[in-house]
């Protein structure tokens, strides 16, 4: 049996769920998220303990796999809405910068043009100029994650002087550059 499947999910203070069929619906101090999931596996909520569980209603692989999964996204779901979720990227690189006019951002990123984002709905965009430091945040863990990767691909780290937007913490292997000739 899925080890993360079996585990429940115990709600904080303020998070409600509510449970129709096969939609479950997530509510919490920071919003609202709702997902519809498999219907060969069942969210049940738990009142009394104040917790989530998810049974599975067949041993087929499918459905296995279906069993972790969904309690991810649901323990996912869960976090956004009471803490959220942030992702951080790094601007490196001599004239690289990054600033918000309003909602958006504006990154200088070596292009003849500054880059402008628009965050979507329910994606925040900060930027400390100090340290150069682009955060996004919100609460639906999928999107924070593909609104970084969109941004990241403007200008991904490259390999020599390792100039570019990475992530936080992560490591860009170097590569030497060309060799001198021998005499």
């Known amino acids: ?51 989530v569980v998810v049974k599975r209603a ?50 200088a990123l070596g292009y003849s043009h500054a880059v402008t984002v628009d965050p979507p709905t329910g994606i925040a965009f900060s930027v400390d100029e100090k340290t150069r430091v682009i955060t996004i945040a919100g609460i639906d863990k999928e999107l924070v994650g593909q609104v970084a990767a969109n941004v990241r691909q403007w200008r991904p780290p490259e390999p020599y002087k390792g100039k570019g937007l990475r992530y936080i913490g992560e490591v860009v292997r170097r590569k030497a550059g060309k060799a001198g000739k021998a005499a």
């Open 1 to 51: 049996m899925s080890r993360i499947g079996r585990k429940p999910i115990t709600l904080p203070k303020g998070v409600q769920v509510d449970i129709t069929d096969t939609t479950v619906k997530v509510k919490g101090p920071k919003g609202e998220l709702s997902h519809s999931f498999s219907p060969e596996v069942s969210v049940a909520l738990d009142a009394e303990r104040s917790e």
């Open 58 to 107: 067949s041993e087929a692989r499918q459905v296995r796999a279906l069993h972790g999964t969904t309690r991810a996204l649901l323990n996912n779901m869960i976090t956004g809405v009471s803490a959220g979720f942030t992702k951080a990227l790094q601007v490196e690189g001599v004239g690289y910068r990054a600033e918000m006019k309003g909602k958006q951002l504006v990154m």
